[in-house]
């Protein structure tokens, strides 16, 4: 008998449009299913917030996701996550799955150098990342880069560009990229912006985002709690009609139109719907 609940979406939400890089590879291994997405980005950033206030707004923001009725939700946020997957965890009935610097595939790629790790100041001040690195460094050198203000630049859609290279090319000049081996995306946004920061880390240097391995625990755990949305589609059907709600807290009609827009750079047309919310 068909579960109820594996009809319904999967929640996703971030500060702004970085965990749209998330969601595109959710939807790349599982088209089947429909998602609603929050935007926070009346609150945006949230990498130069105090913890606490990071903390009670991810929580409004899962209870928000709730109450439409999801059947799992995916806090497509390192900086959140840092600050309250447990007390979310600890609230919501369905799966909760989070996002953290994929610093175990840096060091099992054992190459020879330091992995930097960039991230929003709060991630890298967070408890969680500082477990993080403990527990590895015995294996790397592991160097967190704070990038403060990056996350707005990519927030206003300036994903090329001049203000991008002027802000990588600065924020390089301060580490010894001879000692580098990997970079560690650690906030969602940057992933939008990963062949900018490939060029500005040189060509020597592997680039590593944690967006896949996510998607993948997402389709395990959907797997495992069997809430797949098994529903079958022709395949073109699907591509041309991922069913996507957004939510946006500030600007909704142009954030929306961003998403889209970067959905379909990774060849993901949906069929949307927003709604602004507080
Ligand atoms: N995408 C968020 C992250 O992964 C950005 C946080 C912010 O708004 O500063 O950390």
Redesign the pocket.
């Known amino acids: 008998m068909d579960n109820p609940v594996a009809k319904l979406p999967i929640g996703v939400f ?3 449009i ?2 749209i890089s998330v969601l595109a590879e959710i939807i790349k291994i599982l088209p089947y299913e429909e998602f609603v997405y929050f935007a926070d980005t009346l609150h ?6 105090p913890e606490d206030l990071v903390r009670a707004l991810s929580i409004k923001a899962a209870e928000f996701l709730s109450s439409i009725g999801i059947k799992c939700l995916v806090v ?7 600050a309250a997957i447990n007390e979310i965890r600890k609230m919501c009935a369905f799966p909760v799955v989070g ?1 953290e610097p994929a610093v175990k595939p840096a060091v099992e790629l054992a190459l020879n150098g330091k992995i930097l790790v960039m ?2 100041p ?2 890298l001040k967070s408890k969680k990342f500082n477990d993080l690195i403990r527990h590895y460094k015995h294996r790397s050198e592991i160097v967190p880069l704070p990038c403060p203000g990056l ?1 707005e630049i990519v ?1 206003k859609g300036h994903i090329h560009g001049q203000e991008i290279e002027d802000y990588l090319s600065r924020i390089f000049s301060t580490v010894d990229k001879e000692d580098v081996s990997s970079v560690v995306l ?5 992933v939008l912006i990963k062949e900018e920061i490939k060029k500005a880390a040189g060509k020597e240097i592997v680039v590593i985002d944690g967006n896949y391995g996510t998607a993948k625990q997402v389709r395990t755990i959907l797997k495992n709690e069997r809430l797949l949305n098994v529903i079958f589609r022709e395949r073109s059907e699907i591509s041309l009609k991922t069913n996507i709600r957004f939510f946006i807290s500030g600007n909704g009609k142009e954030v929306t139109r961003r998403c889209r827009q970067l959905l379909q750079n990774e060849g993901i047309i949906c069929e949307s719907e927003f709604s602004h919310c507080g």
Do not use: I, Q, R, W
């Open positions: 971030d500060s702004g970085g965990g945006a950033p949230y990498g130069d917030k497509a946020c390192n900086t959140a996550t840092g996002m991230a929003t709060l991630t996350v927030e650690g906030c969602t946004h940057f």
